[in-house]
């Protein structure tokens, strides 16, 4: 009946915000976990984070895109970080940008966020395919 349904609606709506709650929450962690460097773990939360924020809140939604910008950060911050990391994360952040300016717009706080990630990643990129200037002498 209407009363069953109405519950069910209810739940359902519970049920989405705790999800949202929890990937905001897991977000605020791998945020922290990258600002500590500790970039194995970062990236090991988002890799299972970032799938259910796609599922759940789509691929344009503020937090997806927070947390995509996060995943790839972590990736091209890490000192260990392999050239296909640096390239997947370059790629990753040229995607979201797109999609955040886009969907949020160019003036939006994590617009800016993402651009600046994507700037690091250029950057982090070019230092490691340019030779070293001191490795030529």
Same mark, same amino acid.
């Given at each position: 009946?209407?009363?069953?349904?109405?519950?069910?609606?209810? +739940?359902?709506?519970?049920?989405?915000? /705790?999800?949202v709650e929890?990937?905001?929450?897991?977000?605020?962690?791998?945020?922290?976990?990258?600002?500590?460097?500790?970039?194995?773990?970062?990236?090991?939360?988002?890799?299972?984070?970032?799938? /259910?924020?796609?599922?759940?809140?789509?691929?344009?939604?503020?937090?997806?895109?927070?947390?995509?910008?996060?995943?790839?950060?972590?990736?091209?911050?890490?000192?260990?970080?392999?050239?296909?990391?640096?390239?997947?994360?370059?790629?990753?952040?040229?995607?979201?940008?797109?999609?955040?300016?886009?969907?949020?717009?160019? *003036?939006?706080p994590t617009?800016?966020?993402?651009?600046?990630?994507? +700037?690091? *990643?250029?950057?982090?990129?070019?230092?490691?395919?340019?030779? +070293?200037?001191?490795? +030529?002498?």
């Amino acid at each position: 009946g209407q009363a069953a349904d109405d519950e069910e609606g209810r +739940q359902a709506e519970a049920d989405g915000r /705790v999800e949202v709650e929890t990937l905001v929450a897991a977000l605020n962690f791998g945020e922290s976990l990258k600002d500590l460097s500790r970039f194995e773990e970062a990236k090991a939360l988002l890799r299972r984070t970032i799938p /259910v924020a796609r599922r759940v809140l789509r691929e344009g939604d503020e937090v997806t895109l927070e947390l995509r910008c996060c995943h790839a950060e972590a990736l091209y911050k890490d000192g260990d970080a392999t050239l296909d990391d640096l390239r997947g994360s370059l790629t990753t952040l040229e995607e979201i940008e797109r999609t955040a300016r886009r969907v949020l717009g160019g *003036a939006h706080p994590t617009t800016t966020e993402i651009k600046e990630a994507l +700037q690091g *990643a250029r950057a982090a990129l070019h230092a490691r395919e340019t030779p +070293q200037s001191s490795l +030529q002498r």
